[in-house]
């Protein structure tokens, strides 16, 4: 069993098993803890980044709800799995037409709401109506606006927040201590800088980086998240601001073809750190209209222009706007 638990991934490893553990999130988990508390709870909607606590909270709060009757009274679905109006109609009718056994009422954890269709919605819409005595839903969707009015209308809205450095901090706390990792300031500003308050991201970085070196650094996490090292942006930058654009141009040649890194993920570091630029080094309208910039070029990436061409053209357009 041991060499089962240790093959696991360390996302669901580490995953909490009780509403106390959830790191961050202490406007929600308070709320949640007095549903458990009273056995009794509205149609709950989750809505937030990914990696910040959501599936967690729901199938957290499930357990202690329902103790050992947790497999019987909790189904979990994901609708991007299957976004069409078959969903509704089977296996969530299915469901709710059973008796729970642990508690007043059974719970539907409906991850990725937001990916139903629009017939779908509307469907379980009136299957939250007809088994409102027996079924509490939570739905979980990055975008709670993608939902029709009358489902937002039928749930408790709870907004999860990106978690902050110190949570990140926290919840990494026992995996370094459990799995005797040797980890250094630095690389756990790095962690936090590439996940952007993403837990789930942040500890499939550890992993990866543990998996490396008995220490883990600065250097190997921004080496796993394939992100550029902060002080490479900052000289590109640097270099556009003093007008040296084939300075400039070999700093991306060497983050393209030497780090290997997509054109989206430099302008969305590009980007960020343009915006934390100090003042005194760029002017906030110089800056606005440089972010103005990366917005264009942002869209043109997406839409499939060349990675090269379109990032040449955005050292070239900083070079002119700072030259303005």
């Known amino acids: 069993m041991a060499i089962v638990e240790n093959s696991f991934p360390w996302t669901e490893k580490y995953r909490p098993k009780l509403l106390k553990s959830v790191v961050g999130q202490k406007h929600i988990v308070p709320r949640l803890q007095k549903y458990v508390e009273k056995k009794s709870m509205p149609n709950l909607l989750f809505a937030g980044p990914p990696g910040v606590g959501k599936t967690c909270c729901a199938v957290a709060m499930a357990k202690e709800l329902f103790g050992s009757n947790f497999s019987q009274d909790f189904l979990e679905l994901n ?84 978690l902050r450095k110190e949570d990140v901090k926290k919840g990494l706390e026992p995996i370094l201590a459990n799995e005797n990792i040797s980890i250094d ?64 141009r070999g700093y991306l040649e060497t983050l393209l073809f030497e780090q290997g890194l997509s054109g989206e993920d430099i302008i969305s570091q590009i980007y960020k750190k343009v915006v934390n630029f100090p003042d005194e080094k760029l002017d906030i309208k110089t800056k606005i209209k440089i972010i103005t910039i990366i917005a264009e070029i942002n869209f043109r990436l997406v839409e499939g222009a060349n990675d090269r061409i379109q990032l040449e053209a955005l050292l070239a357009q900083i070079i002119l706007i700072n030259k303005k």
């Open 185 to 248: 300031e630095d690389a756990i500003d790095a962690l936090y800088d590439v996940c952007e308050g993403d837990m789930r991201t942040a500890i499939n970085y550890l992993q990866a980086a543990s998996s490396m070196t008995d220490k883990v650094t600065q250097d190997i996490i921004y080496e796993v998240s394939n992100s550029a090292q902060p002080k490479d942006i900052i000289n590109l930058i640097d270099e556009c601001l003093n007008g040296n654009y084939l300075k400039a």
């Open 79 to 162: 609708a991007s799995d299957e976004r069409g109006i078959n969903v509704v109609r089977g296996a969530i009718k299915d469901f709710s037409r059973t008796i729970p056994l642990g508690a007043n009422f059974k719970i539907i954890f409906l991850d990725e709401a937001d990916a139903l269709t629009t017939d779908a919605q509307q469907a379980l819409r009136r299957t939250m109506e007809k088994y409102t005595g027996t079924v509490r839903f939570i739905l979980n969707a990055n975008y709670s606006s993608k939902l029709i009015a009358p489902i937002q209308s039928r749930c408790s809205l709870f907004k999860f927040k990106p």
